[in-house]
């Protein structure tokens, strides 16, 4: 079992920046890759960024390439989301999620940090 729990969302301007954590507590040595996904309201949810813990590869959505940076530190371990220049569309509930393998779907998932970007 790991646990997940998501920080650091918050009401910030259009154009600002915030920092999400995710740290991660339980079976950790299980977990090769973690990630971060939204859900928009009345959207389903989508990704946003993940991560190989062993050697630091990371993936993003389209939408948030060169604004948002994925980040991790192994020795906690947590993983964090750099957010700039945010937009309004940015406005979602953040999940953090983790898995085993790096490939398929993810096997825990955090509760959820709101991040709301004001026009």
């Known amino acids: 079992q790991v646990r997940l729990v998501e920080s650091g969302g918050g009401l910030v301007q259009a154009g600002g920046s915030l920092r999400l954590s995710c740290a991660a507590s339980?079976?950790?040595?299980?977990?090769?890759?973690m990630a971060w996904f939204r859900q928009p309201p009345g959207k389903e949810r989508e990704f946003v960024a993940s991560?190989?813990?062993?050697?630091?590869?990371?993936y993003y959505a389209d939408s948030v390439k060169g604004r948002f940076t994925i980040s991790r530190d192994n020795a906690n371990p947590t993983v964090y989301l750099q957010m700039n220049s945010l937009k309004p569309e940015d406005t979602a509930a953040y999940y953090c999620?983790?898995?085993?393998?790096?490939?398929?779907?993810?096997?825990?998932w955090g509760q959820g940090t709101q991040v709301t970007v004001s026009s």
């Open positions: 999620a983790c898995a085993a393998g790096r490939l398929g779907g993810y096997d825990y």
């Open positions: 339980g079976r950790t040595f299980t977990t090769s890759r």
């Open positions: 991560i190989i813990l062993s050697g630091g590869s990371t």
